[in-house]
Nanobody, 121 residues
Framework: QLQVVESGGGLVQPGGSLRLSCAAS????????MGWYRQAPGKQRELVAI???????NYGDSVKGRFTASRDNAKNTMYLQMNKLAPEDTALYYC???????????????WGQGTQVTVSS
């Protein structure tokens, strides 16, 4: 059974940095697009960043220039480097993965449980 586990969240002061990780395991096929989303209390879940298998990225407007997504396909892991953090970045950060078969057919998509990021002085 596929598992998606986020890590790296925590409490950081405004202007600080954090690096999140998302590790996928327990599947036989291949990870396609991976993404980071976040949800703050009382708000809808929003896109933070998505990254294709080849490394192409897209970012939400609020994080452009501050956050950088990357991945290591050999380790089935994705990262999110977050710099210049602000209180409005406080949220539960979720990892999302798309899995495809060896023939490139879509197999399914999965979410992690989330990791909390709190930006506060």
């Amino acid at each position: 059974q596929l598992q998606v586990v986020e890590s790296g969240g925590g409490l950081v002061q405004p202007g600080g940095s954090l690096r999140l990780s998302c590790a996928a395991s327990g599947f036989l096929f291949r990870l396609n697009t991976m993404g980071w989303y976040r949800q703050a209390p009382g708000k809808q879940r929003e896109l933070v960043a998505i990254i294709s298998r080849s490394g192409s990225t897209n970012y939400g407007d609020s994080v452009k220039g501050r956050f950088t997504a990357s991945r290591d396909n050999a380790k089935n892991t994705m990262y999110l480097q977050m710099n210049k953090l602000a209180p409005e970045d406080t949220a539960l950060y979720y990892c999302h993965v798309d899995v495809v078969t060896s023939d490139g057919l879509r197999y399914g998509d999965y979410w992690g449980q989330g990791t909390q990021v709190t930006v506060s002085s």
